[in-house]
């Protein structure tokens, strides 16, 4: 009897570790799932830092750093669209209405032209 209970408490903590693993794996999966992948948008932001100037002002030069930066950026519009709208993008002083011209002012010519982006749409 004691080997019996011993093996059915064995079964049931295998039971509860496959559904431990289950849930944090579906918390990783969906944590991974977001615009930008495994890095939330603000994060990603960070990287278009060169874009500051040209976010802020249509009629400033938008540095080749910054078009490199938003053509790997744009082939996932979704995310360009997160960073661009994203706190940090704010809070560094960008102007949504100016960053959605940065594509096309870095002639990128695959760029997403009306990828709609909240209230903007990208030209």
Known sequence: ??????????????????LVLCIYGLKTAVHGAGECGRNPPDREAIKLAPCAMAAQ????????T?????????????CLCAV???????????????????PKRCNIADRPIGYKCGAYSLP
């Open 1 to 18: 009897m004691h080997i019996k209970s011993s093996l059915m408490d064995t079964y049931v903590l295998s039971r509860l570790l496959i």
């Open 84 to 102: 661009m709208l994203s706190s940090t993008a704010r809070n560094s002083g960008a102007k949504p209405e100016i960053s959605m011209t940065i």
């Open 66 to 78: 910054c078009c490199v930066r938003i053509k790997q950026m744009g082939k996932n519009p979704k």
């Open 57 to 64: 002002d249509k009629s400033a030069k938008v540095s080749a």
